[in-house]
């Protein structure tokens, strides 16, 4: 196109008046100007031999057909074709569905004619383009382009049903591109709507255009012969169509709807010894398989190595979904706190993503055709009522039910591949880790190289130094400065002593070999049947833990035709999920455990006797009393006190208790609280105690604060709770939270006297020169009041708060016996 510029020149220059050109001497021989333009602006009589080879058709009219034809029509079976993808009219039109974020999704269709030898051809249209709504409101992600799309090629059975989504195919775009898996180049013209499309497949060795495909537009070449992927070069080869927010009209002929310059057979037309038929399954009966396994115990690499050997299973799960986004051009979605394999978060940041559509799409379209899928959700396979709402969407009349139980120890070839995958990610760690290793070594020995190149050039330029001054010295010396001399000789002596220091010995470099070591599993390594889990791994924790409790093994009862046992046979399975649900108990918190009526009611009573206690002691020391009553030992025997708040002449057995006491105190009566309540309200024999890992979680749960470990210069719980071992313990065999009281303490004056001894026991060891015996304890800051409504707080050490003068109470202790305090 000529710019608009150069347009005004032209006119501006016509308006230009006219200047009469001399004219100019013609050479001898010379031809005329307007002969030399008319020559060039003619055509030459016969371009150059290679040229025109390059522009000729190579395909020649196809020979007269040889041997039977194919009777089977050509079409799309459902197992080869995406769920969205709807063949209609004998597989002569393909729509697909666009609702919600199916119109996201990439639709594929591989023909149930596939070609192993000659020159077939198929034809496509795009008949119908389609613009669906999508609501703009809260979108934040981007969504795939281009949002009309066609591809149109040639795939090996088996292979992905997105062309582009594997090596194992070939394909051009609508947009001119020629590709084979993620390659892409831009090789031909465009296409549009209602222009017929032509595919060419040339599999005849005695061609020159052997082993390429083609496409023509309107019957016409519009690239040149793409050669097919060494992959893919003597395998059969089965027309391909993969498409997004269009329908196409397909011809597989006879007879084509736009013939080319050459005479080709259709892929209807295959000659029986060139073609290889899929043939739909002769019951009309699809299958629906349900693997049932542990939560990261496999069931996930089980169902990948299943569907490995067996292409023809379509998986249904959410995983597969996000995979099929994937390969559609959308963006993996970030995932969030609660995401895990078996529920990965649908953040796409795109409304019709982001609000389970395509799930919901899915379970009302997977059941109008039959085909063999496997059902993959470990907690729902897991739970009865969960399996029961999966197989009634799937009529019996339509597809046979199988679950299949894989559970307990695998089998060898199983471990054997678990220990590959292990041992190959070992190595890719190895790999990197000694690339870099031999980089940094590379750049340090390129540094010590240029630091002796440095070193070399500073001696060379001390030695002329030195020749100079020889020389300056013999010069000065026939002049008889002998005085100067003398001084320069002795600065040559200073520098030759700095000179005389021994030099830097270079450092050994480590021998990395040539190759990166081969890495080798460890004997634990060995020793797993399973992947180590990965982040929530299959399901998150707090959905576990509400799930656990019901899970079972399927029956035939529920509505499945067969359940078979992978891995052990049903006894050992059932005794294998009895031990699992019993050892999940103990090591999975309980997230939804709220404290009862009963946790509830203690702490409140506690906390009034603590305030109490706290207030009797301050009202003692405003009175200047003295703490030890006149003729009594308070040492002779704690236990025996009848009343804490009065052990004789107004004394409380707690008179000498410091910040640090009131302290352990208040820890005595919650771990005790803490572990009786608890064993109350999960009322599961199998559960009566708390883990030590669990130990901060229910605290929390029941205290609404934290444990404080440093409080006392310790940093782990355990560490802690050595303080208060009269009271509570960690068992060693089950690491357990253990009282050592009976479950139901009536007198709480108990707690004040195991605190009294502690203390005293303590003192005593201080005085005798015991310091290991001294606590480090810091005092925290004081609490705020608490509010009129709520009822009293466990009292901080320098709480302070005017109490009732009294308070009688007996105790009727009875001491230690049998390894518990009886009260």
């Known amino acids: ?91 002569k039109v393909l729509m697909a569905v666009n609702d919600g974020g199916f119109q996201y999704l990439i639709a594929g269709a591989r023909a149930n004619i596939g070609i192993k030898s000659g020159r077939y051809m198929f034809e496509v249209k795009i008949i119908e383009a389609i613009n669906p709504s999508e609501f703009s409101s809260g979108q934040r992600g981007k969504v795939p382009q281009p949002r009309q799309l066609l591809r149109v090629g040639f795939s090996a059975a088996g292979s992905s049903l997105i062309l582009g989504d594997a090596e194992d195919g070939v394909f051009f775009d609508a947009d001119g591109n020629f590709g084979s898996g993620k390659l892409r180049s831009k090789v031909s013209q465009k296409f549009h709507r209602e222009q017929v499309v032509s595919v060419l497949l040339n ?51 006879p007879n084509p709807a736009k013939p080319l310059p050459f005479t080709c057979r259709m892929v209807q037309t295959a000659s029986t010894a060139d073609a290889q038929i899929v043939a739909e399954s002769k019951d009309g009966k699809g299958e629906i398989l349900m693997p049932v396994g542990f939560p990261d115990e496999g069931t996930f690499e089980f169902v990948d190595s299943f569907l490995e050997k067996n292409p023809s299973y379509v998986e249904l799960s959410d995983r597969k979904l996000q995979e099929w986004a994937a390969s559609s051009g959308l963006p993996k979605p970030q995932q969030r706190g609660g995401a895990s394999n078996d529920k990965p978060s649908f953040s796409y940041g795109v409304p019709s993503m982001d609000d389970f559509s395509l799930k919901r799409v899915c379970n009302v379209l997977a059941p109008l055709t039959p085909r063999k899928y496997v059902i993959m959700e470990v907690k729902s396979n897991l739970i009865e009522s969960e399996r029961a709402v999966a197989i009634k969407r799937f009529s019996s009349a339509k597809f046979k039910k199988t679950a299949m139980v894989v559970m307990g120890e695998p089998k060898e070839d199983y471990k054997k591949m678990v220990h590959n995958k292990i041992l190959k990610a070992k190595q890719a760690k190895a790999d990197v880790d000694w690339k870099m290793k031999k980089a940094t070594q590379e750049k340090k020995k390129e540094f010590i190289a240029k630091k002796k190149e440095l070193a070399e050039k500073a001696k060379q330029a001390e030695e002329q130094r030195k020749k100079m001054a020889e020389e300056a010295k013999a010069a000065k010396a026939a002049e008889g400065k ?200 999960v009322n599961d024999p199998d559960r009566p105690h708390i883990i030590e890992n669990h130990l901060a979680f229910y605290y929390g749960k029941y205290y609404k604060k934290q444990m404080n470990p440093k409080a006392f210069g310790f940093t782990e719980v355990p560490e802690l709770l050595k303080l ?90 009875k001491g230690w016996k049998g390894g518990k305090w009886k009260w």
């Not at 100007?33 to 390059?54: C, G, I, L």
């Not at 203390?759 to 060891?765: F, W």
């Open 724 to 813: 208060v071992k009269d009271t509570v313990i960690i068992s060693e065999d089950k690491q357990t939270l253990e009282s050592q009281l009976s479950e139901e303490v009536d007198n709480l004056d108990i707690f004040v006297k195991m605190t009294e001894e502690s203390r005293k026991e303590r003192q005593r060891r201080i005085d005798a020169g015991d310091e290991t015996a001294r606590l480090k304890y810091v005092t925290a800051a004081p609490a705020a009041p608490a509010a009129a409504n709520k009822p009293p707080q466990a009292a901080t050490p320098k709480a302070e708060a005017k109490g009732e003068k009294g308070g009688k109470g007996k105790g009727g202790g």
């Open 203 to 253: 599999l005849d060795s005695s061609s020159p255009n052997a082993n390429t495909v083609s496409i023509f537009r309107e019957g016409l070449r519009i690239a040149k012969p793409q050669k097919l992927p060494e992959n893919l070069v003597g395998k059969t080869l089965f027309p391909h169509i993969a498409y997004r927010n269009f329908t196409v009209s397909v011809n597989m002929g």
């Open 482 to 681: 002998e005085e100067e001399t003398k001084e320069e000789e002795k600065k040559e002596e200073e520098k030759k002593e700095e000179e005389a220091k021994p030099e830097e010995k270079e450092e050994e470099m480590e021998d990395l070999g040539e190759a990166p070591p081969k890495a080798e599993l460890s004997e634990e390594e060995k020793k797993l049947w399973f992947s180590p889990k990965v982040g929530n791994g299959d399901i998150a924790a707090t959905l576990l833990s509400k799930a656990y409790g019901d899970f079972s093994l399927p029956e035939k009862k529920e509505g499945f035709d067969q359940v078979k046992y992978e891995w052990q046979p049903e006894a050992k399975s059932k005794d294998y999920l009895r031990k699992w649900i019993l050892e999940t108990k103990l090591t999975t918190r309980i997230e939804d455990l709220q404290p009862s009526q009963y946790f509830k009611e203690k702490l409140t009573a506690w906390n009034a006797k603590f305030q109490e206690w706290q207030n009797k002691q301050k009202a003692f020391k405003a009175s200047g009393a003295s703490k030890t009553p006149a003729g009594q030992d308070v040492a002779a025997d704690i236990f025996s006190v009848e009343d804490v708040c009065d052990i004789g002449g107004g004394v409380p057995l707690f008179a000498s208790f410091g910040p640090e006491d009131w302290t352990l105190i208040q820890l005595r009566y919650e771990m005790h609280l803490l572990q009786d309540a608890f064993k109350k309200d």
């Open 1 to 91: 196109q000529v710019p608009s510029w150069f347009k005004h020149f032209q006119v501006t220059s016509t308006m230009a008046p006219k200047v009469e050109k001399k004219a100019v001497p013609k050479k001898v021989g010379e031809q005329p100007m307007e002969d030399k333009k008319r020559k060039a602006e003619e055509a030459p009589a016969e371009e150059p031999a290679a040229k025109k080879a390059e522009e000729e058709e190579l395909e020649k009219n196809a020979a007269a057909p040889k041997g039977e034809q194919i009777k089977a029509t050509a079409g799309f079976n459902a197992v080869d074709t995406t769920l969205n993808a709807i063949p209609s009219l004998g597989g």
